[in-house]
């Protein structure tokens, strides 16, 4: 549910055959393109260094609406410090593989309260985007949203749907670009409250080879992230 643009995943310098083309893989769905800021390895940078560049805060300033009570937003920052873990290949079954980008954004479009922080962390076979809303819709009922493969459970003590979205891959060279639809995405939303009160977290995951992503890691991932994101609230 979140647009990302940016480098190609892992890439250095420009030099196939696309000469100075930009490649990107995004996941369409409610969330709108925000502004990234990315970071990748390189020949001169390890990718076990890399860490999470500061995102402009945009999200966290905003003011909630009348009547509505104040929540304090995360930043795409937070969120790239919550995904960027030593165990994320292990959780993906992909032990050894270090991140070769990192990207995080606080101005995706919502329907809610506010800009949609989010954060992005590529490897060699996958790429696990974390995103949080701040709107108004419970997650028990989305299902029916979001496509016929679409199924609801309980992860974490919370509502939760699992679902399929696919990528977009944008190519751009000088003042042309191009678009496809691309990998294969499998996503869970999960309530942002144990009350299902409105708002929610999404880990997303898709392969780099295009291949059907594993649910069993976005599960391992989910269950083991989101505990760990700033203000979150163990169900009783």
């Not at 643009?5 to 055959?17: D, K, L």
């Not at 954004?105 to 922080?117: K, T």
């Not at 999960?190 to 999404?202: I, M, N, Q, T, W």
Request: hydrophobic share 35%; proline share 8%.
């Amino acid at each position: 549910m979140a647009d990302v643009s940016g480098r190609p995943e892992g890439s250095g310098s420009p030099s196939n055959a696309w000469g100075q083309a930009i490649a990107a893989f995004v996941v369409v769905g409610a969330l709108g393109g925000g502004l990234w800021v990315l970071q990748q390895s390189s020949a001169e940078s390890s990718a076990s260094t890399l860490t999470c560049s500061t995102s402009t805060p945009s999200a966290s300033a905003s003011a909630p609406a009348a009547g509505k009570k104040k929540v304090d937003h995360l930043t795409g920052h937070q969120l790239c410090q919550v995904l960027n873990r030593p165990d994320l290949p292990t959780l993906l079954g992909t032990p050894g593989e270090k991140p070769t980008s990192l990207g995080s954004a606080d101005d995706g479009i919502s329907l809610g309260d506010g800009p949609s922080p989010e954060a992005k962390v590529g490897l060699s076979t996958y790429t696990v985007q974390l995103s949080a809303s701040y709107d108004d819709f419970p997650v028990a009922g989305m299902a029916g949203l979001l496509g016929g493969g679409a199924r609801e459970q309980s992860v974490l003590g919370r509502p939760a749907v699992l679902y399929s979205n696919r990528t977009i891959g944008f190519k751009v060279r000088g003042d042309k670009s191009e678009s496809a639809p691309s990998h294969v995405a499998r996503c869970l939303v999960v309530a942002r409250d144990p009350k299902d009160g409105g708002g929610s977290y999404e880990v997303a995951i898709w392969r780099q080879d295009s291949g059907t992503p594993d649910d069993a890691a976005l599960l391992r991932v989910a269950q083991t992230v989101l505990p760990t994101i700033p203000g979150w609230t163990p169900a009783l």
